[in-house]
């Protein structure tokens, strides 16, 4: 049996072209890019390529900063705590405001913070499950440091109004962070549209290498290193350049700004097709206006079935889904996400989160939509929660 795999928002395949453009970098092309000699210099031109492909993705402009780390994780915990060290520690500002609904690696990096005595605001959700901009207005003062919000939520797919909400801190003076480490390859992400001051990215999520990620910093805005060590990235970022992920990120950025058009139309056509199907279900309902989310993503919601039944059925079944991001799935907690969105009790057990990418074909989608009618139909008879 082919298996089927339906969770693009925890990680992607690698896109063949992007390994192909990785292979000659690990016998051939391997010298230490900061090395005098040829098999060090031989690499320069290929890091300057994947660099200006990367530039390019998010519209940056040469005098930006886009320092390669190892992954979305870094990038984020590189923004907190250097913004900690500039603004806070040094008694300029007191204040960090976020959502509740972050990404565990910004989620507890603030509460890191929090436990520093740095006053950290989440700010509520508003009906739609996103933060608006009035919400963030009322919420700015002079104490503010940092704002940080992320562009697409990974569990949910919804897409925070990043232009407007960088746009406002623009106007005030105060530095902004997105995550979007869901966007990129979902969404456009231009920094000219949208003045944010960092922004973070993950090339594993848009079908390049995983332990390889960017972190845009705007000209002008100064950071602390979260490594100390050598001089790669200009001091900003110690250690040996990683530059197979390097061009395989390259690479695969090109490749997803090259194709958002299919994602926005083929993509979004077949996750439409899922979301209907499981919405004519009996019991099922789904988070968050499809208006408003990434093209790829559906939360759904089994009435009286545990997602993670759900997802060990389907599993067996030959799909792979998730109940939410695989970074808290060891938690009993109740998902930190749907609390925020205000999700029900009897609900909060039964998300099921199916994210797509450009490799998910309709045929596979026609067999997911016959998998979770057997699934619910068979979890349905033994649940506790489906009698009461
Ligand atoms: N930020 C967001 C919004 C994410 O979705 C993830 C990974 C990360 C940061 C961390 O990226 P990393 O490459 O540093 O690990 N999210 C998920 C997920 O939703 N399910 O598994 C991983």
């Not at 200006?52 to 005098?63: E, L, M, V």
């Not at 806070?88 to 929090?114: M, Q, Y």
């Not at 897409?159 to 869901?182: K, M, Y």
């Not at 309902?285 to 919601?301: C, D, F, H, M, Q």
């Amino acid at each position: 049996m082919q298996r089927i795999y339906l969770d693009n928002n925890a990680t992607t395949i690698v896109d063949p072209r992007v390994k192909e453009a990785m292979e000659p970098f690990w016998c051939q092309l391997y010298g230490n890019p900061n090395g005098l000699y040829e098999e060090a210099t031989e690499v320069h031109p290929y890091m300057r390529l994947a660099f200006d492909r990367i530039y390019a993705g998010i519209s940056a402009r040469d005098a930006d900063t886009v320092l390669l780390t190892s992954g979305a994780t870094e990038s984020n915990n590189t923004v907190i705590k250097s913004v900690w060290d500039q603004l806070i520690r040094t008694g300029r500002k007191t204040r960090i405001v976020t959502t509740p609904v972050e990404h565990p690696c910004v989620a507890n990096a603030c509460r890191w913070l929090s436990s520093l005595g740095v006053s950290v605001t989440y700010l509520p959700l508003n009906a739609d499950g996103i933060v608006d901009r009035d919400t963030l207005a009322a919420n700015l003062d002079d104490d503010v440091a940092l704002v940080s919000i992320m562009w697409a939520n990974n569990e949910t797919g919804l897409v925070f109004p990043i232009a407007e909400l960088s746009g406002l801190c623009r106007e005030r003076g105060i530095l902004f962070h997105t995550d979007a480490t869901q966007a990129i390859g979902k969404l456009p992400v231009d920094i000219q549209k949208a003045p944010v001051d960092f922004l973070s990215f993950s090339a594993h999520k848009f079908h390049g290498p995983k332990g390889v990620g960017g972190l845009f910093v705007r000209d002008g805005v100064a950071i602390t290193p979260l490594f100390h060590g050598g001089e790669q990235m200009g001091g900003l970022r110690a250690g040996t350049i990683n530059v197979p992920g390097l061009v395989g990120m390259g690479l695969a950025m090109q490749l997803a700004v090259d194709s958002l058009p299919f994602e926005d139309r083929e993509v979004r056509a077949l996750r439409d097709r899922l979301e209907d199907a499981i919405l004519a279900m009996e019991g099922s309902t789904v988070l968050g206006s499809r208006e408003i989310r990434t093209p790829n993503t559906v939360y759904a919601s089994f009435g009286g079935v545990e997602g993670e039944a759900m997802i060990w059925d389907l599993n067996r079944q030959g799909i792979a889904a998730s109940t939410g991001s695989a970074c808290a799935s060891e938690s009993l907690e109740p998902n930190a996400t749907l609390v925020a969105m205000g999700v029900e009790n009897d609900r909060i057990h039964t998300g099921v989160r199916l994210s797509l990418s450009r490799f998910t074909t309709a045929e596979e989608i026609a067999r997911t939509i016959e998998a979770i009618k057997v699934s619910t139909a068979r979890l349905r008879t033994i649940s506790p929660a489906a009698l009461a």
